[in-house]
């Protein structure tokens, strides 16, 4: 059962967010006047008037940019490990992350060359 | 636990770290050669690779674990290095004349051949799950890209995504089956591993599920049915140089990966993983055969008769005798040099506007060019398993190699399934002799092409006059493993 | 508290909707978010196996796990977005160019 126990004010909190949720929809859904026009229907952002469809599509071009950021952004998990422990290797681990950066940077070094962080 | 690898290490790492800072000086380095001079960049892959070749001479012989026991140099290790390194210099060699021909860049081709390569010789070396598991995926993601490496090519993408979706899901399978060993015995190094299992604690369904797990990822590598449904397609759309290093190289680092950690992780559940690949040889062998047997298009072909050989390797490792190991060692070495050789002469028939896969494509080889229609009848003999090559000799150990251990039957299915591949087998060659010449176009080799083949048949029949110099290699290679302590088979499964 | 065997059911089932995704959905980019799951499942095995075990083992493979889906996730994704530009399809059913 410690598993129930440990989990109980969570399930606690879930139920009351929900209760509460779905009476104050339910209250203004049945006290609120309801005058529609065009306005009150638009999208609202932050007060400037919409221009296009939300739902457009992205240039495939972006998931070029993505993917190579998603390559390199992860590569910095690395670096966090090394980091803590960087006091026990000492210079040996300031050279090999050195090293380690630096097959990165040949890496973005071909990306760039060859034109693939070219947006245009 | 000492953090900071020593000098020493890095000296037995020597074969590795040449590869990394050549493909990665070629890396840079290929940018500023101008489109018309891309030949270049295929001799200077071929020149890296050599000096690795070059590297690993002094590990021969030797019996080392470096780097706080994940990386092994042994003969095991050496022995499957030089058919990856081999195999990838003929892949370049090969290349070039078919890089001309479809018009591609050069340097990402030969720079991902590198670095497949490289996660060949780290999964051939790892004796730990993870640098097994690095080395595998440095290995796979290259492929993917390179199957996929001619862009316009409908075929091409659609071989690359194949391979990409069900090579992805094969590593999961495979790593959930290292994180299952790694909860049970509580470390990813092989050598605890062994310890761990001789007395399982915990659950020994749990044990049987995690071994079970790596057996079904590392099928799919080797392309064992029932593991094996993207070989056909993956091979007959990738480009012809890699569907031939991906059938050899890959096929050959994966069943080091598989031998080392059935034989010196699981060396205690013997009995379990040997009924599962006893059922896994069985099926390859049987189910490549009679496939390949209807297939017109040589790729294909060659795909399904590089399942049956997957079969005939893994029955090596059911025996899991000493002999049983060292014959598995020889029979991917042949098979690499029959599969390389026969793959290099369909590469060889693609011209421009003629793809020069299909059987019919063949017809009145034997008049056009006599040399190449023999070097092809000398890698279907082989492949068949017929004396005087090393296809034969290789069998032969291998089936008698299971017949030592008490799987009298397994040698019998392998045996009748040698007889019905030499049908297909003589299908091609039938083509090359009995039909009338198609085309009377010229068919223009490259001398390194010519060079590449006439090696790789010269090996094969040379391998089969004098096998015992590869069969005494392939042994002491055997023995760095330790596999004297598997008991043999009980009764006959 | 949760024990090892919540966290070994839990990844187990994350396991069986990755399997069971990449085999019925039919779409390519829910192919690979499976394929993404069932890595995860696998991650979160190790994690919990390395904490039950008191090791940072399990933690330092994930590091492994992580960055290898990640590239092959890119290269996945490029795969994909070179064959729609040829087939307008994201539908694995639609390429037939070679026989299944």
Redo the contacts between chains.
């Keep these: 059962m ?2 129930l126990d ?1 989990y109980l004010p969570v399930v606690l909190f879930l139920l009351v967010a929900l209760v509460v949720t779905a009476a104050m929809l339910a209250a203004a859904a049945l006290i609120h006047p309801s005058r529609q026009n065009i306005v009150k229907s638009q999208a609202y952002e932050c007060g400037i008037e919409t221009t296009t469809d939300a739902r457009d599509r992205y240039s ?1 071009r972006y ?2 940019v993505a ?2 950021f ?2 390199f ?3 910095t ?2 670096l966090f ?1 090394w980091a803590v ?1 960087l006091d ?2 000492l210079l ?1 681990g300031l050279i090999e992350m050195g090293i380690f950066l630096g ?1 990165l940077v ?1 890496g973005y ?2 990306a760039w ?2 034109g693939a962080l070219d947006w245009a | 636990m000492q ?2 690898p020593t000098m020493a290490d890095m000296a037995w790492l020597a074969p590795e770290l040449t590869l990394t800072v050549g493909l ?1 000086i070629l ?2 380095g290929g ?1 500023f050669v101008p489109r018309d001079r891309q030949s270049a960049i295929v001799w200077a892959g071929f020149v890296v690779l050599g000096a690795t070749l070059a590297a690993l001479v002094p590990q021969a012989g030797r019996d080392v674990t470096i780097a706080n026991g994940v990386f092994a140099v042994d003969g095991f290790a050496v022995f499957i290095k030089v058919i990856a390194i081999v195999a990838a210099m003929i892949t370049l060699e090969t290349s070039r004349h078919w890089l001309t021909i479809e018009g591609v860049r050069a340097t990402e081709y030969v720079v991902l051949v590198m670095t497949a390569t490289l996660g060949m010789m780290v999964m051939a070396s790892g004796v730990d799950l993870v640098t097994m598991f690095i080395g595998l995926e440095t290995m796979a993601v290259s492929f993917y890209v390179m199957v996929g490496y001619l862009k316009p090519n409908r075929r091409s993408n659609e071989a690359a995504l194949k391979y990409f979706v069900l090579g992805t899901f094969s590593t999961g399978v495979l790593i959930y089956g290292m994180a299952w060993t790694y909860g049970l015995a509580g470390s990813t190094r092989i050598a605890d591993i062994a310890i761990a299992a001789a007395s399982p604690e915990g659950s020994i369904v749990a044990w049987r599920f995690a071994i079970m797990l790596l057996v079904a990822g590392l099928g799919f590598k080797i392309a064992a049915v029932p593991f094996h449904m993207w070989a056909p397609d993956v091979y007959e759309g990738a480009p012809t140089p890699i569907a031939s290093f991906l059938s050899v190289g890959s096929k050959a680092a994966s069943f080091a990966m598989l031998i080392r950690l059935m034989l010196e992780a699981f060396p205690s559940a013997s009995s379990d993983w040997r009924s599962a690949l006893y059922v896994l040889a069985a099926l390859s062998m049987t189910v490549g055969n009679i496939a390949a047997m209807t297939q017109n298009n040589l790729k294909r072909l060659l795909a399904y008769s590089s399942i049956a050989h997957a079969g005939y390797v893994t029955i090596g490792l059911v025996a899991a005798t000493p002999r049983g190991i060292s014959a598995s060692l020889v029979y991917i070495a042949v098979y690499a040099c029959m599969q390389m050789g026969a793959f290099a002469i369909v590469t060889a028939l693609r011209q421009k506007g003629v793809p020069g896969e299909e059987l019919h494509e063949f017809s009145g080889l034997a008049h056009r060019r006599p040399w190449m229609a023999f070097a092809m009848l000398i890698f279907m003999i082989a492949l068949g398993g017929i004396p005087p090559t090393a296809g034969f000799m290789g069998k032969m150990w291998l089936f008698g190699a299971a017949i030592d251990s008490g799987y009298v039957w397994l040698a019998v299915i392998g045996v009748a399934n040698s007889v019905l591949s030499v049908y297909y087998y003589a299908r091609v060659v039938m083509w090359m002799w009995m039909t009338p010449q198609e085309s009377e176009a010229p068919l223009p080799i490259a001398p390194s092409m010519a060079i590449a083949i006439s090696l790789a048949a010269a090996a094969v029949i040379i391998g089969g006059l004098f096998p015992d110099q590869l069969f005494t290699w392939a042994e002491s290679s055997a023995r760095a493993l330790g596999v004297v302590s598997v008991a043999p088979a009980l009764t006959l499964r | ?3 090892l065997n ?1 966290f070994l059911v839990l990844s187990g089932l994350l396991f069986a909707i990755g399997t069971a995704g990449v085999f019925l959905r039919r779409n390519l980019i829910t192919i690979l978010l499976s394929i993404e799951i069932m890595l995860n499942a696998v991650n979160l095995t190790f994690v919990a196996v390395g904490r039950h075990l008191g090791t940072v083992d399990g933690q ?1 493979i994930t ?1 492994f796990v ?2 290898v889906a ?2 092959e ?2 290269v996945g ?2 795969i994909v ?1 070179q064959l729609f ?1 040829l087939r307008e399809s994201l539908n694995p059913d639609a390429f037939t160019s070679l026989k299944w």
């Design positions: 410690s598993i440990a495939v998931y070029l993917m190579l998603v390559v952004d992860v590569e998990v690395f490990p422990i026990e290797l040996f097959i040949i070094a071909y060359r060859t | 953090v900071v990665l890396l840079i940018l | 508290m949760p024990t919540h330092i590091f992580m960055t990640a590239a996730a890119a994704l490029a977005i530009r």
